[in-house]
């Protein structure tokens, strides 16, 4: 077969096509037939072509399966040298504009007999090639390239399938890789710019990649120059990797697009900068060697593995042994399964070290610290496990642990449900200043309370201004300084000072059994100094309250007092508290707004308290300037208070002025009670009460109210609760019973009198009873010596009903006289009724001419001595007032009188006048009129009387006097006066003129003696 020597292209142009099967073919030779040439035999035929040149040759190419790829390619030039055993080729070749600028290739190869490579190299050279459209397709891992430019040198070396040696000199410009996947909602990755040198070499030992990252820009954020290197050891199958830094968010961002990557990687999102990193790795034994300098790592939290932000540490891992030193700022961890919200630490420093060998492991701290604004914490120690068996021998130093931030770093959800309960608000403030926790043993044994010998656990914490709310209801524990320590189950706090509800103490001790397991039991006891005052708020602000919280509002006390408490508290069962203690009493002082104004002061002793109420065994104190004695005790849901003491009249008055009348005085001995009765839970009634026998006390008042000192009769005072307001309850001997309230000086209740009790029952204050015998006169004259008083006790009276047996007025004994009388709208309405009179009086407020005193009587008896031996001496009279008076039946010493109608007035304020008056009866007509003048230096009474009647002998009969004379048209005249008042009157000082003047008549049968004469 001939052979060409040199074969020349020049100025040729080819249309290429490539349709929708992947088939090419040159436009215009349409031959049918398809060649079944193989490569061999291509390369058979180039070597009869010794020398090949194309020049400026033009392909118009078309696909249709790549679009992108499609038009003008020309081809500088193409020089091709073939002979029997080696190849060479040299071309460059323009490419469309929308891929690029040129290609250039040089390479040879030494070919064998058979026409196949034996040995080849190659330099092929790029000027930016557009990678998306020769790439757009090739999908990678779920990843694929749309964009970007690239021009790079590359040399390959081929000398057998174990000997293979590339570089590349790499320039690649705003590349992104996209997910393949267009329903992956998953950004792009944007390689901004990259450039640098990669080698590969394949040999029989293995092969290896080596780059030099010279530039590297993503997502607008530039690596430093980086070099790496991955070398595979076919002899154990091992990879060893190294590089000067990695950027974990751009690994993160392009882990994200690809396929099948590991779902820690894809979950956890790491991110941070990794710094000479260097690793060995078996997939049959997995990480043998790992270091590096990882710096501000931040990866969220996947499964149960916490999230975290900002860790700086540097890692080294060889032969089983790790050694991780933490040097890290400004840190946060997201440990959601665990903690409601992240932690943050400033620092966290130290060494962790540990060694692994199969099933067994050991890890040790050293130094390891934390520190943020709520603690300091220095951690030491080694946890290991050894078989199935778990080791721990750990120390944990603290200071300046803010305590009310305890729970956003201890993960709440492992505790007992019952401790979370309680500790949710337990420790309100407060600072650990130093303090230490260890523990030794098998951790899974904690607390240790259930199997001691497993194990210990042991805190010792220094703490300052503690705020602990230990029990709902109880006042907290505040500004504690002292001691908290803890073993296996229990904690304990010893208080070196604090306050409780005002308290000062000194040595308080809380202690907290069962602390993480069910059913918790807090235990406070200790003793604590304060005021009295404090103490009752004590009682006030606690669960106490329901039996004691109402003395605060009864009481107020000053001095010093002391609380020692023994308070036992099931966190879980609050209802099941016990309490048990005392509060000392300090030269302390009392006042009581049940009674205003009596101060009890001096007072020490010690009342004792528990879950049924108080007793007292004895307390001194002093009232009214005289010694008491207090004694207490609680039975059956009731306290009663005793005091016992002496009191003097005259003390009483200097507290309140005039409370004491004058006419009482002396001194005597009493019991004051106070009872406290709970009829329904926190539904309290509270009663006062004083009892006496009056012994020494002397009254100087007529009968029954007097009494002489050295005798007796008992006094009871009471005061309670009754609808809001205070009642009072005042009883004298068998006498007097009075019960009423006060409501701004509104009295109302009831005086009752002979016996009865007093009751509360209608509006108003009235006086009741009965009463055995009263002589007005003692009283009236009892009255007039008494001083004058500023309160009016009788305006206070609204009603009185009262049965007196027998009634000493004026000269005259009234028997069995019932008196009613009633406030009505400005005035008063009395009925009197017995056997000598019967009718009512009616008493204006304001008594005047127009309103006049007005007595409407059916009957009245009375007895007038005229005999001036019994006239008693009298005070001066005041000036009668207005007055209307009807008597349908008038007996005057038992003599009829008739019916009396008498209207007097005040004529001017130094005399009153008889306006109208007349007597009317079947035997006689009387009128009278006159006026009775008064002044302070004298009174003149003056009255003109006229009796007519028309039968002498009856008129006389009504007198009590013999029928002797008969006649008719009898009239009798008399002008009297006398210089006293009107009822002053008597024979020696009566004056005046008297005229009768009788009708003819005749003398009636006369019998003997002196009254017939």
Request: aromatic share 8%.
């Amino acid at each position: 077969m001939p052979e060409v020597q040199k074969s020349v292209l020049e100025q040729a142009k080819i249309a290429v096509k490539r349709d929708e099967s992947g088939a090419f073919r040159v436009v215009g030779i349409d031959s049918g037939e398809t060649a079944n040439t193989k490569l061999k035999d291509v390369m058979s035929l180039l070597t009869r072509l010794p020398k090949s040149r194309l020049d400026n040759v033009y392909i118009n190419y078309s696909d249709a399966l790549q679009p992108e790829l499609s038009g003008l390619y020309s081809v500088d030039y193409a020089s091709l040298d073939f002979s029997a055993d080696n190849w060479q080729l040299e071309t460059q070749v323009n490419v469309p504009k929308s891929i690029g600028n040129t290609v250039f290739v040089k390479a040879n190869a030494d070919i064998t007999d058979t026409h196949t490579f034996k040995t080849w190299e190659a330099h092929i050279q790029a000027d930016e090639l557009s990678v998306g459209p020769l790439l757009k397709t090739q999908a990678w891992r779920g990843a694929k390239l749309e964009d970007g430019l690239s021009s790079f040198n590359a040399d390959i070396r081929y000398k057998d399938p174990e000997s293979i040696t590339a570089s590349v000199d790499l320039h690649l410009n705003d590349l992104t890789l996209a997910a393949s996947d267009s329903t992956k909602d998953m950004a792009p990755v944007i390689v901004d710019q990259l450039s640098g040198k990669f080698t590969f070499e394949q040999q029989s030992s293995g092969w290896s990649v080596q780059g030099q990252l010279n530039e590297l820009m993503m997502a607008g954020e530039s690596w430093p120059q980086t070099h790496f290197e991955v070398i595979n050891n076919v002899a154990d199958n091992s990879f060893y990797a190294e590089s000067d830094y990695i950027r974990m968010s751009d690994v993160t961002s392009v882990a994200l697009i690809l396929n099948d990557m590991p779902t820690a990687l894809i979950s956890a999102k790491p991110a941070g900068d990794i710094q000479q990193l260097s690793l060995t790795y078996q997939p049959e034994n997995g990480l043998k060697s790992i270091s590096a300098s990882v710096n501000e790592l931040t990866f969220l939290p996947w499964q149960q593995f916490p999230g975290a932000n900002n860790l700086s540490f540097t890692l080294d891992y060889k032969n089983n042994t790790a050694a991780l030193d933490f040097n890290s700022q400004n840190i946060s961890i997201y440990a959601d399964n665990w903690l409601d919200d992240a932690i943050h630490f400033s620092l966290l420093k130290g060494q962790l070290n540990g060694r692994f060998d199969n099933n067994n492991w050991d890890i040790s701290s050293q130094n390891i610290r934390l520190l943020n604004d709520d603690f300091d914490i220095n951690i030491n120690g080694q946890l290991a496990k050894k078989g199935e068996q778990l080791e721990s021998n750990l120390e944990v130093n603290l200071s300046d642990f803010i305590v009310k931030q305890w729970q956003h770093y201890v993960p709440i959800k492992l505790l007992e449900k019952d401790f979370q309960h309680w500790s949710a608000d337990a420790f309100k403030g407060g600072i650990i200043r130093t303090g230490k926790i260890t523990m030794h043993g098998d951790p899974l044994a904690f607390p240790f309370d259930e199997k001691p010998k497993a194990g210990s656990f042991d805190m010792q914490l220094n703490v300052e201004n503690t705020h602990l709310h230990y029990g709902p209801g109880w006042p907290d524990l505040t500004e504690v300084t002292g001691t908290i320590s803890g073993q296996g189950n229990n904690l304990v706090i010893k208080s070196q000072s604090g306050k409780t509800a005002g308290f000062n103490f000194d040595d308080v001790t809380t202690t907290i059994s069962n602390l993480v397991r069910p059913d918790p039991i807090l235990k406070v006891t200790g003793l604590v100094k304060g005021t009295t005052s404090d103490a009752l708020n004590f009682l006030k602000n606690s669960p106490l309250q329901s039996r004691f919280g109402i003395l605060p509002e009864w009481l107020s006390v000053t001095g010093k007092s002391d609380i020692r408490l023994d308070l036992t508290v099931p966190l879980v069962r609050l209802d099941d508290t016990q309490v048990k203690g005392s509060v000392s009493f300090i030269n302390s002082q009392l006042t009581t707004k049940a009674v205003e104004g009596l101060v009890v002061d001096t007072i020490n002793g010690r009342l004792a308290f528990d879950n049924k109420g108080v007793s007292v065994d004895k307390i001194n104190a002093q009232a009214f300037n005289e010694p008491i004695t207090i004694t207490a005790q609680t039975e059956n849901a009731e306290t009663q208070v005793n005091i016992d003491g002496h009191l003097k009249l005259s003390a009483v008055n200097e507290v309140w002025p005039n409370a004491v009348p004058s006419f009482i005085k002396g001194d005597t001995d009493y019991n004051a009670r106070i009872d406290i009765r709970e009829p329904e839970p926190g539904d309290f009634e509270l009663q006062l009460s004083v009892n006496s026998d009056l012994g020494g006390i002397e009254i100087d008042a007529p009968a029954p109210l007097g009494k002489e000192a050295s005798s007796a009769k008992a006094l009871s005072i009471s005061i309670q609760d009754h609808k809001q307001h205070l009642a009072y309850n005042v009883r004298y001997d068998d006498w007097l019973d009075s019960l009423f309230t006060d409501d701004n000086n509104q009295l109302n209740g009831q005086v009752m009198l002979g016996g009865s009790s007093a009751s509360l029952s209608s509006p108003g204050f009235s006086i009741a009873g009965q009463i055995e015998q009263i002589n007005s006169q003692e009283w009236i004259d009892w009255q007039n010596k008494q001083p004058p008083s500023k309160d009016n006790f009788a305006e206070k009276i609204t009603a009185i009903n009262l049965l007196i047996d027998r009634l000493f007025l004026a000269q005259q004994i009234y028997n069995d006289l019932h008196v009613q009388a009633t406030q009505q709208e400005n005035s008063w309405k009395v009925l009197l009724s017995s056997a000598q009179m019967k009718g009512e009086i009616l008493l204006p407020e304001m008594v005047s001419n127009e309103q006049p005193i007005k007595l409407d009587f059916d009957y009245l008896n009375t007895v007038v001595n005229f005999d001036s031996a019994t006239i008693v001496e009298k005070a001066k009279s005041e000036l009668w007032p207005a007055i209307d008076i009807d008597i349908d039946s008038l007996k005057l010493n038992n003599l009829l009188l008739g019916k009396l109608n008498l209207v007097g007035i005040q004529e001017q304020t130094d005399k009153w006048t008889i306006k109208q008056a007349s007597l009317t009866s079947d035997y006689m007509t009387a009128s009278l009129s006159g006026s009775w003048t008064h002044s302070e230096q004298s009174d003149l009474s003056r009255f003109k009387l006229n009796v007519n009647s028309n039968s002498l002998e009856d008129l006389l009969d009504s007198f009590n006097y013999q029928k002797v004379i008969a006649a008719r048209q009898v009239k009798t005249e008399a002008d009297l006066y006398w210089n006293a008042a009107p009822t002053d009157v008597s024979r020696e000082n009566i004056q005046g003129d008297l005229s009768l003047s009788v009708g003819r008549g005749s003398l009636m049968d006369v019998e003997p003696g002196a009254a017939g004469r």
